[in-house]
């Protein structure tokens, strides 16, 4: 209520007068023509026989123009956080935990930054492309029942996918790219 007591808007049409603000627990605020519900998922669907406006927790924002719906302002940043305490890091089960929960986390932001492609070459073809594949250690490339052909597969960052089309395009065949959910470099 406090974001929207500090919009001129709100202000010029309802002075001083709080919002309402409901939740199962409690109600506070006073005004009935602004009131703030407590959403328990799907709030994006709300708008508009439910609610005129929303506030929400988006990454991309692809739901709330699925419903239609525009950022109109960002209130916050935020990010997640994997928080411990020092006993917990002093018992070494309770740190080989975290440690693995951590991994885990970092696969999955790791991931958004990756594509796997699989590719088909042939095998005249095959060192040209190795000069110009990134890969996390190097490419898995396996014979095909075809003689002469080869299929590699690799992770490369989606920043470097743009620039290995041109070659892609000229010694591949059958490209696909998938989107990883987790890219884990167990070695660290």
């Known amino acids: 209520s ?14 001083r007068l709080e919002p309402k603000v409901v939740t199962p627990w409690w109600t506070k605020g006073k005004n009935s023509k602004a009131v703030i519900y407590l959403s328990f998922g799907a709030t994006e669907a709300k708008p508009p026989e439910d ?12 739901s709330l123009e699925q419903n239609n719906l525009k950022v109109m302002d960002e209130i916050t940043v935020s990010s997640a956080r994997l928080v411990t305490n020092s006993q917990a890091l002093d018992d070494p089960w309770k740190r080989e935990k ?6 885990g986390l970092k696969g999955v932001v790791e991931a958004r930054k990756k594509v796997h492609i699989f590719l088909n070459v ?33 992770v490369v960052s989606k920043s470097e996918m743009l620039g290995l089309l041109p070659t892609l395009r000229r010694v591949a065949q059958g490209l696909v790219v998938h989107a990883p959910e987790q890219v884990l470099q167990l070695d660290e």
Do not use: C
């Open 2 to 15: 406090k974001y929207l007591m500090a919009l001129p808007e709100y202000t010029k049409r309802f002075g």
């Open 51 to 62: 609610a005129d406006a929303i506030v929400e927790v988006t990454e991309t924002g692809s």
């Open 98 to 103: 975290i440690i693995d929960l951590m991994a």
């Open 122 to 154: 042939r095998e005249k073809d095959l060192q040209r492309l190795l000069k110009s594949l990134p890969a996390l250690k190097k490419p898995t490339i396996s014979p095909l029942s075809e003689k002469g052909w080869f299929a590699v597969n690799t």
